[in-house]
């Protein structure tokens, strides 16, 4: 997105992950070191990202 020309990077880029709550929890550290990077570069380079992590309700889990 930085390439872009400035008046081209106002749409926003929404990151969705959802946590299935059975990942290998490694797997769940990487997941929430990646969302936080991204979030914390979107801030500092003020881009429009925007990090969303869902969870399923328990009845609709594994």
Known sequence: MQKLPEQLQWR?????CNDTMVENPRI???????LR????????QSM??????TTPRLEDSF
Not at 12 to 16: A, E, N, W
Not at 28 to 34: A, L, N, S
Not at 48 to 53: L, S
Request: no cysteine.
């Open 12 to 16: 926003p880029v929404h990151v969705v």
């Open 28 to 34: 769940v550290r990487f997941i929430e070191d990646t």
């Open 37 to 44: 990077r991204i979030e914390a570069a979107a801030t500092t």
């Open 48 to 53: 429009p990202f925007y990090v969303h992590r």
